[in-house]
């Protein structure tokens, strides 16, 4: 079992710019959720699927925010035309059927907005 | 608004002693509550979950209380150690079937040698 892994780690970008980061969840896991975390806060919920089904969104994806599970393995989430203030560490986990309420994270990937 | 809170930002505790770790939540709809250890530049780590059914879960040095009628749980370490030293995270997943877990602000545990 190698755990959640993220990539990048890190991210720097200007403004208005796209990024794309992606999650590969722990195998076997069908359950993905990806989080936001900013500077003193907890980590927020974003969005997650059920395999390649995107089941919730959070009312802090905003349009510009896209997020896909193509083949129900890894994920990518995408941001357009990126603003300061998404700057953030962006946190992925997943979770085993049954157990959905216990979630595994990744390092999560830090991106700054210049 | 916030659902689940952590008043206290940090908390220093002597090595070998007890560490209690205190929330606050307001939505009578969760029905699982968990902590979450974080280190500097890792993502959190699970530690230990409760159902709303339950008063109480114990693992191995950790164990977390729940009390309902106060919408209040708190993590015991016993003894503590130097590792325990990070930022612990209280969380807690609604019923309505949304799996997005809410999470408090965290406190910081600092174990003093």
């Known amino acids: 079992d190698t755990g959640v892994s993220q990539d990048p780690r890190h991210k720097i970008t200007k403004r208005g710019q796209n990024v794309t980061f992606r999650c590969d969840p722990i195998?076997?896991?069908?359950?993905l959720y990806w989080y936001r975390q900013t500077l003193g806060q907890g980590p927020e919920f974003l969005t997650y699927f059920q395999n390649e089904a995107q089941l919730e969104k959070s009312r802090l994806l905003s349009d510009r925010f896209s997020a896909e599970r193509p083949k129900g393995s890894f994920s990518t989430l995408e941001i357009q035309r990126t603003e300061q203030g998404d700057s953030a560490m962006y946190l992925c986990?997943?979770?085993?059927?049954?157990?959905?309420?216990?979630?595994?994270f990744g390092p999560g990937t830090r991106l700054t907005v210049t | 608004d916030q659902q689940v809170k952590q008043n206290s930002p940090s908390l220093s505790v002597q090595e070998g002693r007890i560490s209690i770790l205190n929330c606050d939540y307001t939505n009578s709809m969760f029905d699982y509550f968990l902590w979450y250890k974080k280190y500097p530049a890792e993502g959190p780590t699970f530690l230990i979950s409760?159902?709303?059914?339950?008063d109480k879960n114990e693992d191995g040095r950790f164990t977390v209380f729940l009390n309902k009628s106060a919408k209040h749980l708190s993590l015991h370490i016993v003894p503590s150690q130097p590792g325990d030293s990070a930022v612990y995270f209280c969380?807690?997943?609604?019923?309505?079937?949304?799996?997005?877990?809410?999470f408090g602000k965290g406190t910081h545990l600092i174990i003093q040698p």
């Open positions: 195998s076997e896991h069908n359950r």
């Open positions: 409760i159902s709303s059914i339950k």
């Open positions: 969380a807690a997943r609604g019923v309505r079937g949304a799996d997005g877990l809410t």
């Open positions: 986990a997943s979770s085993v059927p049954g157990q959905t309420y216990e979630q595994y």
